[in-house]
């Protein structure tokens, strides 16, 4: 069962700041996008990835992902403003269909080989499975405002992260332009066939997912430190 990823690098979830992604800004000794990507290439589990970017950066995309030896990078797609218009731009490119895509965040460079292995093999079994943090902290629900309406049991919370797996049909039902109303704020969504297990597996906080400034910097404390792998991109394996 073939696996193709899908490493998004553009959209408004993807911003630190408007008009700035985060995938394109240095961390260590590359972009943030290349610690990503060495982690898709390093991984046995994956056979391929496709990249979505802004057309803009099309060209400074290719030009790093052959310096830095990325020979897993089958394509470089032009993305549109939110994940599910790149994701159905990706699908149109594509000729052969994978058994399995996993759709990972640039914006998450820290992800490791074990969470990408494990959420790639629960979709191969189940059908779905997102990568995901289990909440701590005593959780409110406040619908509407700050008024709380309930508060959810810490045990039974998580945040939800990338990569997210998937057998190929249950995305592509996810995706389809029939939904054309539908806002995809997470790719394992309501959408999901009833017959398809969605699992979670524990990816931590190291998997953060830089939004702002701050969150750069805190990466940067950790690569520094060696928290979080022990290498940079193009240095070996994580």
Not at 84 to 92: A, E, H, K, Q, Y
Not at 217 to 232: P, Q, R
């Amino acid at each position: 069962m073939s696996v193709m990823a899908i490493v998004i690098a553009c959209g408004k979830e993807e911003e630190i700041a408007s008009g700035t992604e985060a995938a394109f800004l240095p961390l260590g000794s590359g972009p943030i996008l290349l610690h990503s990507l060495k982690t898709f290439e390093d991984a046995d589990c994956i056979d391929h990835i496709v990249v979505v970017v802004r057309k803009e950066r099309v060209e400074s995309t290719i030009h790093a992902i052959k310096r830095f030896g990325c020979t897993k990078v089958h394509g470089v797609v032009i993305g549109g403003v939110n994940r599910l218009s790149s994701l159905r731009t990706v699908f149109s490119k594509i000729q052969t269909d994978p058994g399995v895509v996993v759709i990972h965040e640039a914006s998450r460079p820290f992800l490791t080989q074990n969470v990408l292995s494990e959420t790639v093999k629960r979709a191969k079994r189940y059908g779905s499975c997102i990568a995901a943090h289990k909440i701590e902290d005593a959780t409110k629900y406040a619908p509407k405002g700050s008024r709380v309406v309930e508060t959810l049991d810490r045990n039974t919370v998580w945040a939800a992260q990338t990569p997210q797996a998937f057998k190929t049909p249950v995305i592509k039902e996810v995706i389809d332009s029939k939904n054309k109303g539908m806002k995809l704020i997470d790719d394992e969504s309501s959408l999901v066939m009833p017959s398809t297990e969605t699992h979670l597996f524990e990816a931590g906080f190291e998997n953060m997912k830089i939004r702002t400034r701050h969150d750069l910097e805190v990466a940067a404390a950790l690569l520094h430190a060696k928290l979080v792998g022990d290498d940079a991109p193009g240095e070996g394996k994580r």
